[in-house]
């Protein structure tokens, strides 16, 4: 996961999707709700840049409009554009099943809570995250498959074989990947490293024969 900006809300909201969900939420029918909020999809993708808010990866396919209260949880939320997340359908499907108070929220995330080990692509927490929400972090990673999942992972891969292959560069792998191109800079930060520490060794041992 990664950070992610609130979008201001679309100018035709109101008219298209709270009004005519708040005279369904008025009605009291306990069927299920009308999914009015897909009417700001478009605009939700936009706001996330095509990255999944939970993944943090590209798209391919169009993704949900998540509600981060689940409806279930409190059915005023569910026409309400500060609460919608752009989700994989499957994150949206796992999700539903959790309270808010369960998971983390994308608009919350820290910059460098998370991070991609290579070359296994699974994903890991740092020592970034606060104490006090490290539960909801490990929930993350576990109940929604987020760390070690075998699907996400092999979506990871592709993404890395593609820019490891020179069929993405490290700009556009930031685009599509951006946890993955963290990892590839600091993977080179870390290479590029060795040899300075290679060759201050021996003037270490030198340092040491010579009771410097």
């Known amino acids: 996961m990664i950070p992610?900006?609130?979008?201001?809300?679309?100018?035709?909201?109101?008219?298209?999707?709270?009004?005519?969900?708040?005279r369904w939420l008025a009605k009291g029918d306990a069927r299920s709700t009308p999914g009015y909020w897909r009417r700001a999809a478009r605009d939700l993708r936009a706001a996330f840049k095509d990255l999944?808010?939970?993944?943090?990866?590209?798209?391919?396919?169009p993704g949900t409009v998540d509600h981060f209260v689940s409806r279930d949880e409190d059915r005023s939320l569910a026409y309400e554009w500060t609460n919608f997340r752009y989700a994989?359908?499957?994150i949206n499907s796992s999700k539903s099943a959790l309270r808010?108070?369960?998971?983390?929220?994308?608009?919350?995330v820290g910059d460098g809570w998370f991070?991609?080990?290579?070359?296994?692509c699974q994903m890991v927490l740092t020592d970034r995250c606060p104490p006090e929400l490290r539960d909801r972090a490990q929930t993350m990673l576990k109940r929604l498959k987020l760390g070690d999942g075998e699907s996400i992972v092999s979506?990871?891969?592709?993404?890395?074989?593609?820019y490891c292959e020179g069929e993405l560069s490290l700009e556009g792998l930031a685009r599509?990947?951006?946890l993955i191109a963290r990892a590839v800079r600091k993977q080179r930060e870390q290479a590029a490293a060795e040899p300075a520490l290679s060759d201050d060794a021996p003037h270490s041992m030198q340092d040491e024969?010579?009771?410097a």
């Open 4 to 22: 992610f900006e609130r979008a201001p809300e679309p100018a035709d909201f109101h008219v298209s999707v709270r009004q005519p969900g708040q």
């Open 52 to 61: 999944c808010g939970y993944t943090a990866m590209w798209l391919s396919a």
């Open 88 to 90: 994989a359908a499957w």
């Open 100 to 108: 808010s108070d369960q998971v983390l929220d994308p608009f919350e």
């Open 115 to 120: 991070e991609i080990i290579l070359p296994s």
């Open 155 to 162: 979506y990871r891969q592709e993404w890395y074989r593609m």
């Open 176 to 178: 599509k990947a951006p």
């Open 209 to 211: 024969r010579s009771g």
